[in-house]
């Protein structure tokens, strides 16, 4: 019995292992390329394609399993020179994705090798255009155009080079080596309060034209005053002279004659002439 039972247990564990040799399972996030003697044969479940389960394959064929979703990279501590010739250390993130799994084991072999062939070129395309822009537009100016800059620049290469799609290029942080922070800090204070001063200068340029224009539309207005209290009042005394003479002559008194104020005039003096008029009447 026992004899009999020994060729089926042989026969269970070539089976098993012949099943362990032919089946495969692909995951609906991830991707594999199927190798014959190291050679190409065919694509599972790549972009563009929905095609997860179990797959039988030869027991001399081999099996390279790829991840279908976005990975990550981080490039720390990059020194770069910007076009003012500012040093600056620069923390980016690239996000990317497989998509053409025959030239990335054709260029790459594995997702490590992709790894440091995409961070080359990443360092490459970070020091190209950071390279060509200033230091401020760098850290606040014109970061989001110049992280599209960089994106556009990688997938021009890795897209053909090792069938890679960069989703995403993200710069962190960017960051002044200690020995130059004090001088780009003196120089920045130096041009915000240049710009202030400009400002001050205009402030008052403008107060000043503001105040002559008020001033002369006041004179303006004063003047037109004067002129239609001077049409009314010869209006009210080609009316009535008499009473004219007497305003004025009461206007004339109420002017030189404060109270409390000695004066010395001889009675019969033009002074008081309407006064010597009205007595002699």
Same mark, same amino acid.
């Given at each position: ?47 563009? =394609? ?129 020995? =130059?922070?004090?001088?780009?800090? =003196? ?95």
């Amino acid at each position: 019995m026992r004899r009999s039972l020994l060729p089926i247990g042989i026969g269970a564990i070539v089976v098993l292992v012949v099943m362990l040799n032919t089946l495969f399972v692909v995951r609906q996030d991830r991707q594999a390329i199927v190798l014959r003697f190291g050679e190409f044969v065919r694509a599972i479940n790549a972009p563009g =394609t929905n095609e997860p389960g179990l797959y039988l394959k030869f027991p001399w064929e081999s099996v390279v399993i790829y991840d279908k979703r976005n990975l990550g990279l981080t490039l720390a501590g990059q020194q770069i020179v910007a076009s003012d010739q500012e040093l600056l250390i620069v923390d980016a993130v690239v996000r990317w994705r497989i998509t053409d799994p025959r030239r990335f084991y054709q260029s790459a072999l594995n997702e490590q090798g992709g790894v440091d062939r995409i961070a080359t070129y990443a360092q490459a395309a970070l020091r190209r255009a950071l390279g060509g822009a200033s230091s401020n537009d760098i850290i606040s100016g014109r970061r989001a155009a110049i992280m599209q800059v960089i994106e556009d620049n990688l997938n021009a290469t890795t897209a053909t080079e090792l069938g890679v799609h960069v989703a995403d290029v993200r710069i962190r942080q960017v960051d002044l080596p200690t020995q =130059t922070q004090q001088g780009v800090f =003196t120089r920045m204070s130096s041009e915000r309060e240049q710009v202030a001063a400009r400002v001050r200068a205009e402030g008052q340029r403008n107060a000043t034209i503001i105040r002559a224009t008020a001033q002369e539309q006041s004179e303006r207005t004063r003047g037109e005053g004067e002129g239609e209290r001077a049409r009314i009042f010869a209006r009210a005394y080609g009316r009535d002279p008499e009473f004219a003479a007497f305003y004025r002559s009461m206007r004339a008194y109420d002017t030189a004659l404060d109270a409390g104020t000695p004066i010395v005039v001889s009675p019969d003096s033009d002074f008081f002439r309407y006064m010597q008029r009205r007595r002699a009447q």
